[in-house]
């Protein structure tokens, strides 16, 4: 931490070091008499007559009078100096030399003391001085695991855009290249590939979400009309994907219809189970809009809760079935109190049931659909690389 105060104080004094310096400068400059300034530019005018003299632009006798007449002035700018000189000055010289010195003073102390004490107090009461030095060792290692990351998606994005070139008809394959673009940024690419997969599928409810998401990420979260089309379309075919419900609340909310992304919420609700992990969520957002005031509180009723699956060697023995307070995953009851959780704790609930499944899956690999919800998962938090992982193993036990 003191390595930043340093780094900000040196930055201060450099900067206001550069912005006082004129201001001295220019009492320097004023202080000099009104004879030295017009002796010099008279000195420059001679030489230049010497110099026209000798371009031949001048005759001798131009050049005489041209000399004569400047050095006249020279001596008359002298005599006038020398008398002002012997002068005292006048009440009101005095007063505005002191007006300007005062103005100057006020100036250099604005910026010495003012601008210093001012950026200090903003930054303690809206930046965070408390907090700790990361040290370089780990953002060096951070950067360099980011790095090697992108370059291996960006391998696997070139290996995948030659096999789409041999085999332009695979579904599996524009699905993996499009989440690979949109893992990378390159949205206008994902829209293309994911566009080709939706045709491919004869509008896949999956295909379409992908490319609506794609297009709010690409939108930088608005909902566009587009997108709500596509995402109308989903719901038509499968009224229990909670996506499009979600997105399509969202645009009614981004276009100041409250009311329109309540009922869009509330419908979302009535198609869950009451365990699912984005009730707490939807039940916040509809809850903060209702607060507002001039809107009608919906009513929710939730489906049933879906039974946690019980582990695989279970399943295949003849032992007693598992008490759901020792099954793995969070029980009804936590799901209920998870959704009493401000957003923070939801989050991390969220995260505990992401690394359980993916920890199971390592122990059973085989498993499709628990791969397809990791997948799924890993994109609603918005970790692409993990999501990538996911898909390969998806395109693995499919390929079989």
């Known amino acids: 931490m003191s390595a930043f105060w340093i780094a900000a104080t040196l930055m201060t004094v450099i900067t206001l070091g550069a912005l006082i310096y004129p201001l001295i400068r220019k009492r320097e400059i004023d202080s000099a008499t009104r004879r030295d300034f017009d002796i010099t530019v008279y000195k420059d005018q001679l030489k ?7 371009r031949g632009l001048l005759s001798p006798d131009q050049a005489a009078q041209a000399r004569t007449e400047i050095e006249r002035r020279m001596l008359s700018a002298m005599e006038q100096s020398n008398e002002i ?3 005292a000055l006048t009440n009101s010289d005095k007063s505005t030399a002191k007006g300007a010195n005062g103005t100057a003073v006020i100036l250099m102390f604005a910026l010495l003391v003012v601008v210093p004490l001012g950026a200090f107090g903003v930054y303690l009461t809206f930046g965070q001085p408390s907090m700790p030095d990361q040290p370089l060792a780990s953002r060096a290692k951070q950067l360099n695991e980011a790095t090697q990351g992108r370059s291996q998606i960006a391998e696997m994005i070139s290996k995948l855009e030659r096999q789409m070139q041999e085999t332009p008809d695979d579904p599996n394959g524009w699905a993996l290249l499009g989440k690979s673009y949109r893992a990378m940024g390159r949205f206008s690419d994902a829209l293309g590939a994911l566009k080709k997969l939706a ?7 999956e295909a379409l979400v992908m490319l ?10 608005s909902v566009s009309l587009k997108a709500v089309e596509l995402l109308q379309a989903v719901k038509k075919q499968d009224p229990s994907d909670p996506r499009p419900y979600f997105y399509i609340g969202l645009e009614r909310q981004q276009k100041d219809d409250l009311q329109g992304a309540v009922n869009e919420w509330a419908a979302l609700l009535n198609h869950s189970p009451s365990n699912a992990p984005w009730v707490g ?3 916040n957002r509809i809850a903060q809009l209702v607060a507002q005031g001039g809107i009608e509180n919906p009513k929710i009723v939730l489906l049933a809760p879906i039974p946690e699956a019980a582990p695989e ?7 007693p079935e598992i008490a759901p307070e020792t099954a793995p995953g969070p029980t009804t009851q936590q799901m209920i109190d998870a ?6 704790d939801q989050q991390e609930m969220i995260r505990s049931m992401v690394e359980r499944l993916a920890a199971r899956l390592q ?3 085989d498993d499709l659909e628990g791969w397809v919800r990791l997948e799924r998962a890993y994109q609603v938090l918005g970790e692409a690389e993990k999501a990538l992982g996911a898909q390969k193993e998806i395109e693995r036990l499919k390929a079989r």
Do not use: H
């Not at 230049?48 to 000798?54: A, H, S």
């Not at 609506?212 to 979260?221: F, K, L, N």
């Not at 959704?339 to 923070?344: E, F, H, L, P, R």
């Open 48 to 54: 230049e007559v010497d110099r026209d003299l000798e």
């Open 85 to 87: 000189s012997a002068n």
């Open 199 to 205: 045709e491919l599928t004869n509008n896949d409810p």
């Open 212 to 221: 609506a998401e794609t297009m709010v990420e690409m939108d930088q979260g």
């Open 281 to 283: 969520e939807m039940q």
């Open 313 to 319: 060697s279970t399943q295949q023995s003849n032992a």
């Open 339 to 344: 959704q009493k959780m401000d957003g923070a």
């Open 363 to 365: 122990e059973n690999p």
